[in-house]
C-alpha cells in the first residue's frame, strides 16, 4: 500500500516536534548547567554518562514492551502518545529548575535528566518503528526515512537557530527565566505534533515479532552484524556532531566575543540549519542518482573531515573572527551530517531484513531500540567528553546575573578550539574506515532481501 501525502506529513510533523525537544536538550543542557548555573562541567559529563549506562537497561526492555503490545490502536501510538506527555513535562522540569546552587541543584539535575531519558526513549522508539511496519519495500522506507529525518532536521535546525534569541527576548534579559518558557513553548508543539502523527499514521500489515529477554535481545543484536556495525557507526558520526553543537556555542560566546555574539551565533546556525536540511532533501537525492548508498554515505563522512579541517585552519590563522568565513566550512559539516542522519537510518531499516534472513527473526522494535539508546549514547558520550575537557583545560562558566562575560585563558581558548575540532575529525575518520571494512549491505543486497522476504511471504499466504 502506497502511503499519502498526508501520511508523509503527519510522520515529518512528529519528527519535528520530537526533534525540538531533543536538540533543546541535548543542545543546551551543558550551557544551562555549566554556563548559567556554575555546575562542575565534569560533573554533568559524569551524570550524563550515568544516564547512558541506566538506558542501556531501559532502552532494549523498552523495546521488548513495544513488542509485547497489542491494542485495537496499534503496536506503537500508545507507546507513542504516552512517551511524549510524559518526556514534554520532564523537559520543562529540566529547564525550570527550582534550585540554583548547592547540593539540592546537582540532585534535581541528576534525577531529571536520567528522568528525561527514559521518558524519551518511551516515545522515540516506536516512532521509527513503525517504518518498517507501515511500509515493506526498501524504496519506501527510503523515501519514509528521508521524510523523516528531513523534518527532524527541521525539528533540530528551529531549536539551533531560534533558542538563544527566543531565551533573550522572553526572559528580559535573564537567562533561566528564557529557558523555562522556551521549554514549555517546545513541550507543548511537542505534544500537538504526535497526536497529528497518531492520528495519521496507522499500522498497514501485521508482523511478527518475536520478544526475547534482554540477554537474548543484545544475542540477537550481535547476531544481526550488519546491524551492529550500523549502530557503531550512529555512535561515531553523532558524538562528533554532539561535541560541535555543545561546544560552539561557547566558541561564538567567550572565543569570537563581542556584543554580538549570539546574532553570530544565531546566523551560523541559521545557515547551518538550513544546509543540513537542503543536504537531506536536496543533496542527497540528487548524488542518489548517481551513486550507491554506500558511495554517498563515503562522500558525507569525508566532507564533514573537510568541512572540521577549515575551521581549525580558520581558528589559528585568525580568520575566524569573521562569522561569514566560518559559516563556509559550516555548511559543509551541517550539509554533510544531513546526509549522514538519513542515510544511517535507511542503514538501520535495511538491516532488520537483514535480520531476518540470517536468524530467521523480524526484530524491528529491538533493532530501533538500540538506535535510539545509541543516538542517547552518542549524546552522553559527547557532552563527557565536552565537560571533561572544559574542566581539563580550565574554562570558566559565566552566569547569567553577571553583566560583562568571563576572560578566558588563551590556553583556554586553544582547547577549545581543539576540543570541538580534531575529536570530531579523529572520530569521523574512524567511522570512515569502519564501514569500509565492516558494512556490506549495498543497495543490490537490500533489494534481494526485499524479494526473498516477499517471495517467502507469498507462499505462507498461499
Known amino acids: 500500500m502506497q502511503l499519502s501525502l498526508k501520511q508523509k506529513i503527519a510522520f515529518g510533523l512528529g519528527a519535528i516536534g520530537k526533534d525540538m525537544v531533543y536538540a533543546l536538550s541535548s543542545g543546551f543542557v551543558l550551557y ?34 513495544v513488542a509485547k503490545t497489542k491494542t485495537k490502536w496499534g503496536r506503537f501510538r500508545p507507546w507513542l502518545i ?30 531529571i535528566y ?88 496507522k499500522e498497514t500489515h501485521l508482523t511478527q515479532m518475536e520478544t526475547p529477554s534482554i540477554g537474548e535481545m543484545f544475542k540477537g543484536l550481535f547476531a544481526n552484524d550488519q546491524a551492529l556495525v550500523v549502530v557503531i ?7 562528533a556532531l554532539y561535541i ?34 537542503l543536504g537531506m ?67 538501520l531499516s535495511h538491516s532488520v531484513d537483514y535480520g531476518e534472513i540470517k536468524t530467521g527473526h523480524r526484530e524491528e522494535s529491538v533493532i530501533f531500540s538500540m538506535q535510539t539508546f545509541v543516538v542517547k549514547a552518542a549524546s552522553g558520550f559527547a557532552v563527557f567528553i565536552s565537560g571533561v575537557g572544559m574542566k581539563l583545560i580550565g574554562f570558566v562558566g559565566n552566569s547569567d546575573q553577571t553583566g560583562d562575560i568571563v576572560q578566558q585563558t588563551e590556553s583556554a581558548i586553544v582547547g577549545l578550539r581543539l576540543l570541538m575540532t580534531i575529536i570530531p575529525i579523529v572520530v569521523l575518520f574512524a567511522a570512515f574506515f569502519f564501514f ?9 543486497m537490500a533489494e534481494e532481501n526485499s524479494r526473498i522476504l516477499l517471495e517467502k511471504k507469498a507462499k505462507e499466504e498461499k
Not at 527576548?169 to 518558557?181: M, N, R, T, V, Y
Not at 557507526?233 to 558524538?239: A, K, V
Not at 556555542?249 to 538550513?274: E, R
Open 436 to 444: 569500509k571494512s565492516k558494512f556490506k549491505l549495498t543497495d543490490q
Open 32 to 65: 544551562y548547567y555549566q554556563d548559567l548555573l556554575g555546575i562542575d562541567p565534569a560533573f554533568v559529563g559524569v551524570i550524563l554518562m550515568v544516564a547512558r549506562i541506566f538506558d542501556a537497561i531501559n532502552d532494549p526492555f523498552m523495546g521488548i514492551v
Open 233 to 239: 557507526g550512529i555512535i561515531l558520526i553523532n558524538s
Open 281 to 347: 532533501m536536496v543533496v542527497y537525492p540528487l548524488l542518489r542518482k548517481k551513486f550507491s548508498n554506500t558511495q554517498v554515505f563515503r562522500i558525507s563522512l569525508t566532507g564533514a573531515i573537510i568541512g572540521y579541517a577549515i575551521i581549525l585552519l580558520l581558528c589559528f590563522t585568525g580568520l575566524a573572527k569573521s562569522v561569514y568565513l566560518v559559516c563556509i566550512p559550516g555548511i559543509i559539516v551541517f550539509a554533510c551530517n544531513g546526509m549522514l542522519s538519513v542515510l544511517t537510518t535507511v542503514f
Open 82 to 111: 504516552t512517551g511524549t506527555v510524559l518526556n514534554a513535562f520532564v523537559l520543562y522540569a529540566l529547564f525550570a529548575t527550582p534550585f540554583t546552587t548547592g547540593t539540592a541543584l546537582l540532585v534535581y539535575f541528576a534525577v
Open 114 to 201: 536520567i528522568l528525561w531519558g527514559m521518558t524519551y526513549t518511551i516515545m522515540d522508539i516506536p516512532y521509527w518503528s513503525m517504518i518498517p511496519a507501515i511500509t515493506d519495500t526498501p524504496k519506501d522506507r527510503e523515501n519514509l526515512s528521508v521524510v523523516g529525518r528531513t523534518c527532524a532536521g527541521v525539528g533540530s535546525a528551529i531549536i539551533q537557530i531560534g533558542t538563544l534569541k527566543a531565551v533573550e527576548a522572553l526572559g528580559s534579559g535573564k537567562d533561566l527565566a528564557g529557558f523555562k518558557i522556551v521549554a514549555l513553548i517546545v513541550g507543548i508543539i511537542f505534544i500537538v505534533t504526535e497526536v497529528i502523527c497518531c492520528l495519521a499514521v
Open 244 to 277: 560541535t553543537s555543545n561546544l560552539i556555542i561557547l566558541f561564538f560566546k567567550y572565543d569570537m566575543g563581542g556584543a554580538n555574539w549570539v546574532d553570530n551565533y544565531t546566523l551560523f546556525t541559521t545557515v547551518g540549519g538550513g544546509c543540513q536540511i
